[in-house]
T-cell receptor
Framework: AQTVTQSQPEMSVQEAETVTLSCTYD???????LFWYKQPPSRQMILVIRQEAYKQQNATENRFSVNFQKAAKSFSLKISDSQLGDAAMYFC?????????????FGQGTRLTINP | GAVVSQHPSRVICKSGTSVKIECRSLDFQATTMFWYRQFPKQSLMLMATSNEGSKATYEQGVEKDKFLINHASLTLSTLTVTSAHPEDSSFYICSARDHRGQTDTQYFGPGTRLTVL
């Protein structure tokens, strides 16, 4: 079974600085999807970024980018120019590429605090 | 992104009563929806996968007779907590699978906080 590990329960960063959240996963599959979701205090889960494992290029969405290292099974999230609104729980998630496999496997989460 | 709504956002009920939570995909059809449970300061725990027109698939350890799931249309899934007890108090979140085009991503509802007295 696949597992996702986020080894940083909490992180903090100064406003306007850059922060990187770590995520590692374990799988025997060669094709899969990886996601970062954000859960602010409202508890609404919001998709931040998504990466297909067959794509070598790292995904980018405005201030959010990932460093996807397939061999190392690592999928870190970099937030540039941190803003107060970025404060939230961040969850890394894995989903199999196998047709019909739809379940997301979540990591434990990292609570990100933005210091003004 | 796609929009998923959930109703109610909060519900308080007495022990022994049943509570129904609705999950709707507002701007897309979702053949598959998911129900999660989240305890304070913890990650999401998948309870079941809901497929339109068929029986839900429950995760190990989840009582299907207690957590009834119905997915009668392509935009609506419901979770009914039957004979609720205080230990059922939790935050319940649904998600819907959007696989239009190349997307194939789960979008989440805003969650329902259930308190059983």
């Amino acid at each position: 079974a696949q597992t996702v590990t986020q080894s940083q329960p909490e992180m903090s960063v100064q406003e306007a600085e850059t922060v990187t959240l770590s995520c590692t996963y374990d799988t025997s599959e060669s094709d899969y999807y990886l996601f970062w979701y954000k859960q602010p205090p409202s508890r609404q889960m919001i998709l931040v970024i998504r990466q297909e494992a067959y794509k070598q290029q790292n995904a980018t969405e405005n201030r959010f980018s990932v460093n996807f290292q397939k061999a190392a099974k690592s999928f870190s999230l970099k937030i540039s120019d941190s803003q107060l609104g970025d404060a939230a729980m961040y969850f890394c998630a894995y989903r199999s590429f196998i047709r019909g496999a739809q379940k997301l496997v979540f990591g434990q989460g990292t609570r990100l605090t933005i210091n003004p | 992104g796609a929009v998923v709504s959930q109703h109610p956002s909060r519900v308080i009920c007495k022990s022994g009563t049943s509570v129904k939570i609705e999950c709707r995909s507002l701007d897309f059809q979702a053949t598959t929806m998911f129900w999660y449970r989240q305890f304070p300061k913890q990650s999401l725990m998948l309870m079941a996968t809901s497929n339109e027109g068929s029986k839900a698939t429950y995760e190990q350890g989840v009582e299907k007779d207690k957590f009834l799931i119905n997915h009668a249309s392509l935009t609506l899934s419901t979770l009914t907590v039957t004979s609720a007890h205080p230990e059922d108090s939790s935050f319940y979140i649904c998600s819907a699978r959007d696989h239009r085009g190349q997307t194939d991503t789960q979008y989440f509802g805003p969650g329902t906080r259930l308190t059983v007295l």
